[in-house]
């Protein structure tokens, strides 16, 4: 008879979610070698829960467990990159009418919120903090469709893009252009407009897009050389 699974504990969790930042971060760089012995040190933890968040990040696609060799973080596919941009579109102008028919004044004050957050950060270089509000304003835009399916696969394919955007970074120039664009939205909301969101928020989308391909284009580039 098979033992049952042990229920995750608040420190499993932990642990997976500190990995998961440090290589969206890239403080773990894609064919970083992880040390489950440097790790557990660092986080001051057995390697079990080290093993079980290893197990979910393979799974989501940002760790390779390879035999004989332990795990790996896993390169960034530009394909995979492009083509999650493109899904991600497809769902936000299937969610912009969902949302305007749903979004109420508090929740404007709420994105209004973050917009405000977001400029503020901007204006004293926090990209990182930056990153984390644009996540969440982004994610709490499509859970106003109430389709909990649609909100699923969005935010998880989100959390994949982090990685990339992480790695190549805004230039002043895009994130200006992507803050405009934050304020440009919030218009169409504002007014209820459904089918104009989902444009806008498709248009932003593909411009992002086309930042970070570019981005890891002129990384490879650049580290092909140095190489």
Not at 135 to 159: A, K
Not at 174 to 190: A, K, N, P, V
Request: charged share 25%; glycine share 6%; with cysteine.
């Amino acid at each position: 008879m098979n033992k049952p699974e042990s229920p995750r504990t608040p420190l499993h969790d932990g642990v997976l979610e500190r990995l998961r930042q440090m290589i969206i971060r890239c403080e773990l760089q894609p064919g970083d070698r992880i040390s489950e012995a440097d790790l557990g040190r660092t986080f001051g933890v057995s390697r079990t829960p080290l093993r079980e968040a290893l197990k979910i990040l393979s799974a989501e696609g940002l760790v390779d467990i390879r035999p004989h060799k332990g795990a790996i973080v896993a390169d960034i596919s530009m394909d995979e990159i492009s083509e999650t941009f493109a899904l991600m579109s497809a769902l936000e102008l299937m969610a912009g009418p969902l949302v305007c028919e749903r979004v109420s004044n508090i929740d404007l004050q709420m994105l209004d919120s973050l917009i405000q957050e977001m400029d503020a950060c901007q204006l004293r270089n926090d990209l990182m903090t930056y990153f984390e509000l644009n996540t969440e304003f982004h994610n709490r835009i499509i859970r106003l469709t109430g389709n909990s399916v649609l909100t699923q696969v969005y935010v998880d394919m989100f959390g994949k893009l982090q990685r990339a955007r992480y790695r190549v970074n805004y230039d002043p120039q895009r994130w200006h252009e992507s803050s405009t664009e934050h304020h440009w939205i919030m218009e169409s909301l504002r007014a209820r407009d459904g089918e104009e969101l989902g444009v806008r928020l498709k248009e932003h989308n593909a411009r992002t897009a086309t930042a970070v391909v570019e981005g890891l284009k002129a990384s490879s580039l650049a580290n092909a050389q140095r190489d």
